[in-house]
């Protein structure tokens, strides 16, 4: 059994001099758009964090710079029940839940639980992935845009103990708010390298001893063949899939066989198989 895979996106040109490529990729199903999300609060400068585990996460990482946190009395109760120390407890702001309810974007579920934060410091390919292990494989995301599915994919990649995730630069958002309460504190784990031109990052991560699987929906290898060998597991956005020279890049295509009755797999959960498969093949 294989993937259906819908015919590919019209001809675009990119600033990289890329083309998306032809098929559909993965077969993921059709993605959205970046949601616009709210920024930080009014008059303040920094990343906007909500939900009690992304939170926490960012408290519990001593390389993220905290500027406030606003909490109700049941979420301070849960930190405190959490382990945070008395230092964290003493900056608590004491909010009532609709309080918070007016600095977020509409429809944020933000559990009683908020802060002001800075961005992580800037992760370099070179060394975060580097050496290349066979027990702990790279995830890249090739223009993938939307939060809920980048934090999803960030949960996946830690829970498979992944080196790293590579996103293109121009074109994810930031990692914070709806991204960061899905990924429910992943970001704080998994280092996140924001590469300038995703074919030229496959290139260092071959040179660095990696194997780049795509994952595609035409491929002809079953993702089962995946190599016992370091592993960078590529990913294309929902629908257009991985674009021509990203996929020209790779070493191997692989497919995920699923159901002839089923259309496609979310992104998130095609490479949460894939990370499975990496771990079997190691």
């Given at each position: 059994m294989t993937q259906k895979h819908r015919p590919g996106p019209r001809k675009q040109t990119r600033k990289d001099?890329?083309?998306?490529?032809p098929g559909s990729g993965p077969g993921f199903g059709r993605g959205k758009g970046p949601r616009k999300k709210g920024a930080g609060p009014k008059g303040e400068d920094g990343l906007w964090l909500y939900g009690r585990h992304a939170v926490a996460a960012a408290l519990a990482n001593p390389h993220?710079?905290?500027?406030?946190?606003?909490a109700t009395k049941n979420a301070a109760d849960w930190l405190a029940e959490h382990g945070a120390d008395g230092a964290v407890l003493a900056r608590l702001e004491d909010m009532k839940p609709d309080a918070i309810d007016r600095l977020l974007h509409d429809g944020a579920v933000h559990q009683g639980l908020a802060a002001v934060a800075d961005e992580l410091p800037r992760a370099r390919l070179?060394?975060?992935?580097?050496?290349?292990?066979?027990?702990a494989p790279v995830l890249v995301l090739d223009q993938i845009t939307d939060p809920q599915n980048i934090g999803a994919l960030f949960r996946s990649a830690a829970a498979f103990g992944a080196k790293a995730v590579i996103v293109q630069e121009r074109r994810t958002p930031p990692l914070s708010g709806a991204l960061?309460?899905?990924?429910?504190?992943?970001?704080?784990i998994v280092p996140c390298v924001q590469a300038v031109n995703i074919a030229r990052a496959l290139e260092a991560l071959k040179d660095l001893g990696y194997h780049c699987a795509?994952?595609?929906?035409e491929a002809g290898?079953?993702?089962?063949?995946?190599?016992?060998?370091?592993?960078?597991i590529v990913?294309?956005?929902?629908?257009?899939?991985?674009?021509?020279?990203?996929?020209a890049t790779c070493d191997t295509l692989y497919r995920i066989p699923i159901a002839p009755g089923v259309e496609s797999l979310n992104v998130s959960n095609a490479a949460a198989i894939s990370l499975y498969e990496a771990s079997r093949a190691r």
């Open positions: 001099g890329a083309r998306p490529g993220r710079k905290i500027k406030r946190i606003l070179k060394d975060v992935c580097a050496p290349a292990e066979r027990h960061a309460k899905a990924a429910a504190g992943a970001i704080e795509g994952l595609a929906g290898d079953d993702i089962s063949a995946l190599p016992d060998a370091p592993l960078a990913m294309g956005a929902e629908g257009a899939g991985l674009r021509q020279l990203v996929a």
